[in-house]
Nanobody
Framework: QVQLVESGGGLVQAGGSLRLSCAAS????????MGWYRQAPGKQRELVAA???????NSADSVKGRFTISRDNAKNAVYLQMNSLKPEDTAVYYC?????????????????WGQGTQVTVSS
């Protein structure tokens, strides 16, 4: 089984910064893709920024120039540095990973989500 554990959320004033961390643990063979999504009240979950399987980064236009995603493959971890935060960034932020695991002689790739961490930006 695979678990994603997030940390780093909190309350910050507009213009401030936060850094989110997510670490994957369990029977991991490899991580194909990993990144961050968010869901604001009454809205659908949306991509914030993520590494694709090829290593490129996809990110929402609304966060470009403000948020930076990075990863540490040795730790199976991904980070999100959020600067110049705005009230509209308020949401629950979820870590997501496509993880390849092995059970006996079988390999499978499944999508996993963290429990979410609240980010609240006050005006």
């Amino acid at each position: 089984q695979v678990q994603l554990v997030e940390s780093g959320g909190g309350l910050v004033q507009a213009g401030g910064s936060l850094r989110l961390s997510c670490a994957a643990s369990g029977s991991i063979v490899s991580i194909n893709a990993m990144g961050w999504y968010r869901q604001a009240p009454g809205k659908q979950r949306e991509l914030v920024a993520a590494f694709t399987r090829s290593g490129t980064i996809n990110s929402a236009d609304s966060v470009k120039g403000r948020f930076t995603i990075s990863r540490d493959n040795a730790k199976n971890a991904v980070y999100l540095q959020m600067n110049s935060l705005k009230p509209e960034d308020t949401a629950v932020y979820y870590c997501n990973a496509a993880v390849r695991t092995r059970l006996e002689s079988y390999y499978t790739t499944n999508n996993y989500w963290g429990q979410g961490t609240q980010v609240t930006v006050s005006s």
